[in-house]
Structures are given as C-alpha cells and as structure tokens.
C-alpha cells in the first residue's frame, strides 16, 4: 500500500491499557489437534446460540462457524449460502430462494463442501434438509430449523446450530481480534471498512455495467474473509474460484482462474490487495475476466490500468484493503 493512501486513512487510538477476564464454560475435547488441550470461555461480546442437534461444538466447529458467520452476515437481508472449511471460505452464493443458493454454493466446490460447515441467512425447512442431509457437514448454522428438518439428521453426525443473535446484528459483537505472540500481545480492532461512493473508483475507460458491480461487491465481501494473498473469481452471484494463503498475489490469480476454469469467461474477479505487477491483469485478460475490483493506491497504478484499458477489462479501485494473516 502506497504511502499516500496509508496517511488518507483515519485510525482510533486504541487504549493504553486491556484488561480481559474470561470465565470458563466447559472444557472441550481437544484444540485444533488431539495433543492441545483447550477450553471455551464467556466474552462480553458473545452472540447467543443453541446447539439443536449433534454433539457439543470442538474447537475446529467454533473456528468455522464463526467465519461462516461473518460471511453470510454480509448479506443478512438476502438468500445466502455460505461454506468454511479450515477457517477459509471454500463456497459462498445468493439465490431467488434459499435451495437456489444452496444449490450454487455445492456446485463451488464440490470436493472441499466434505466436512464443511455451512451457514445461510435464513430458516432452514424440511425441503432444504433433504438437500443438506445428503452431504456429509460437521456444522449447519442457521437463524432456524424447521421441526420436521431436524429429524433428517438423526442417524447423522452433523451439528444443527441456531444463531439467536439476528445476522443484521452481528457485526456488533466483532470488537477487536487478539493474537498472542512470543513477542507480545497484539490487538487490533476488528476489520470493518466498507465499500462507499467515496471508495469506489472506475479507473478504466470501460466502465462496468450494474450486473458486473453486484458481481464485484459480492466478490468484494468474501475475498475480505479470505486469508491473504486472496482472489475470488465471481459470477452471477456465486464465488467460482477462490484462492487464498498465497505467498504472492499473481499465483492466486492463476489458481482461483484455473477453480473457475471455463466459467471465468466473463466473470469478475476481485483481490484483496493491489495489483503490484501487470502479470495479474494478463492473467485475468487470458481467463477472460470482464471486470476487476482491487485496492489500487500502489505506484504501478497507472501501468496497472492502462493494461486493462488495453484487454478491456473494466477497474473498480477502492482505496480499501483487506489483507487477513
């Protein structure tokens, strides 16, 4: 990020002085692996939930649940359908109806959805079960179960979680993320820049067309979940190629193309810094990528785009970036 677009930015000062008290709620079986021993304790900022079917939450169930959250927080208000594996986005879509959704999101990734954890926006009725109970879940979240969808998973290990906390509200409860280091303890507040008109700048001759901006903002919102170097490929409302970890930006350009394969042909793509090298819009130009969403703000900016002036390829640029370690 270039100098100039890091003094535009306005920070809070966080306080001189933290201090956290957890209370324990019960031990849980082990950490991310048997050998770690590990616990689940109270925060002030705790959503409210119930487990409706399945064993108690491990450590891993936590660890998913709560990206799959986040995700489909961001679109709380429609029908979404979002899937983690290891902490990562691996599918994310919106549908007319929640089945619709659901339906886009298993056809994302069809190999990783095995062992997955899933969250959508809405209830989850019995036709929906029928669906869900034929893939092998550790977790299903969701505001809602109907009764007669609970009973589907009877003779499944699936865990059925409802969310009381209304999705519209769960960013409230992401205050800060800590990390614990040799060095010491870091804490940050929570990542919750968002798109505005302010941040949204066409810089391409091209200028995208108003399906080609839901696509971008939509990609917008998960590859902000993913864990950096990121890339979502995106089309009609459904994430067709997400690459995320990446040591470097234009390796996760080319494997998030080659997840989406033929369906790239004009799809958006979205990253989740800037482009430091016109090697990722050639790649995005030979994947046959219509339109690009990135942080722009670095000193190849203007090579950057003409680039994409070149290939037609139109550019949102916003300022924003959203890099997750």
């Given at each position: 990020m270039s100098e100039e677009l890091e003094n535009n930015l306005e920070r809070e000062t966080l306080s001189n002085n933290f201090t956290f008290v957890f209370?324990?709620?019960r031990d849980l079986k082990y950490g991310e692996n048997p050998s770690q021993s590990a616990a689940l304790y109270t925060n002030d900022s705790a959503v409210d939930y119930e487990v409706m079917f399945g064993k108690e939450l491990s450590y891993n169930n936590i660890l998913d649940i709560s990206v799959a959250a986040?995700?489909?927080?961001e679109f709380y208000d429609v029908n979404c359908a979002a899937i983690v594996k290891h902490s990562s986005p691996c599918a994310v879509a919106l549908g007319k109806t929640l089945k619709e959704a659901c339906e886009k999101a298993l056809d994302c990734d069809p190999i990783s959805v095995f062992g997955s954890s899933i969250a959508f926006t809405?209830?989850?009725?019995t036709e929906m079960s029928k669906l869900l109970s034929q893939v092998n879940f550790e977790c299903i979240l969701a505001p809602g179960f109907e009764a007669d969808a609970l009973n589907l998973f009877k003779n499944k290990t699936t865990k059925l979680v409802k969310l009381n906390t209304p999705l519209k509200d769960f960013k409230k409860y992401l205050s800060c993320e800590i990390e614990v280091t040799p060095f010491g303890t870091l804490i940050q507040e929570n990542n919750s820049r968002e798109l505005t008109k302010d941040s949204f700048n066409i810089v391409t001759k091209l200028k995208p067309t108003t399906e080609q901006i839901e696509d971008m903002v939509f990609a917008w919102k998960i590859v902000k979940h993913a864990k950096t170097s990121?890339?979502?490929?995106?089309?009609?409302?459904?994430?067709?190629g997400i690459a995320q970890g990446m040591t470097n930006r234009i390796d996760a350009v080319e494997t998030a193309l080659n997840r989406a394969c033929d369906s790239s042909k004009d799809a958006v793509l979205a990253s989740d810094g800037a482009f430091l090298s016109v090697d990722n819009v050639l790649a995005a130009a030979q994947g046959r990528i219509k339109a690009i969403i990135q942080t722009g703000g670095d000193k190849k900016d203007k090579e950057i785009i003409a680039c994409a002036n070149k290939y037609e390829i139109t550019m949102i640029m916003t300022g924003i970036r959203h890099f997750k370690h």
């Open positions: 209370d324990k709620i986040k995700i489909s927080s809405k209830t989850v009725d990121a890339i979502v490929v995106a089309k009609d409302f459904k994430a067709i």
